[in-house]
């Protein structure tokens, strides 16, 4: 991939979403902005459309009112007839599929860039399909480049045969930043700041791209789902612990960049009877605060073979 990222063909029509999870105020803020005053999204090459993408969780200060916007993009959703009985989320996803898509067809916006905050220590996240969505690898690697203090961490969310359900997967090419920590339904300046910064960048790469910019091979880290893992519960099926807590501030990280220590990366949680529970569902006496943290891969691992598959994908 010497030159330029797929497709060939320059973007004209891109969207920037926010409030796609009602509580998640980042985008949600920066989307009535721009509603108002569109300005700052517009290049020269491109038209930009800001979009608060589910008005009645926003109203609300909810993640949702009926059903996970960000899980309603697929067909079943999509293309199913629809009824008076459907949930908030359903018909809004069908509305946003006929404003930015439709879905998988040549008339689909050419990109779509979703805003997103999480609770967790993630800091700066990146989230895409695939490696197979070039032209969005060279955008986070361009990110990457331009702002090496953030770590931005590349997730891939695609598991292998499953179809892509979220609200950038309507457009040809798209991509979610997720910024954290930041709580439900509270707005921090700085993170706040971070993204429309952010947005920004982005705009200005889809203008590079537009003018021809070569961008040469490169490699790059990516992260990718490999299972859940549930809380422990009691037989009833309530909540019997929490995350261990010297495991809590952690983000993703390759065992390279965490301190070394005796604690197995096993001891994901601490049950309220002071038990250590392991991955396995295993249980263990409590050494309280003793141990260290030594791998995090066990919660969101580095997949070594992706990361070499990348490699092969995106170099000449």
Known sequence: MCS??????????????????????SGVYLAQHWLQSPAELQRLSFSTV???????????????VDHDLNRTFTSSFLNSRPTPDDPYEVTRARELNQLLGPKASGRAFDFVLDLHNTTANM?????????????????????????????????LYQRPGEESYNLDSVAKNGLALELGPQPQGVLRADIFSRMRTLVATVLDFIELFNQGTAFPAFEMEAYRPVGVVDFPRTDAGNLAGTVHPQLQPWTAQPESGLEKGPCTPQSLHLTFGDQESSSSGKTTTSGRGRRAIEDARTVLPRDHSLCEHLRAELRC
């Not at 330029?4 to 998640?24: F, I, K, Q, S």
């Not at 589910?54 to 909810?62: D, E, L, S």
């Open 4 to 25: 330029l990222p797929v497709p060939r063909e320059p973007l004209r029509r891109v969207a920037v979403t926010g409030g796609t999870h009602g509580n998640e105020m």
């Open 50 to 64: 800001p979009v608060l993408a589910n008005p009645a969780a926003t109203a609300a200060c909810r993640r949702y």
């Open 123 to 155: 800091g700066t996240c990146l989230i895409a399909k695939s490696s197979h969505e070039v032209f969005a690898m060279h955008l986070c690697h361009h990110l990457q480049l331009q702002y090496p203090e953030l770590s931005c961490q590349v997730f």
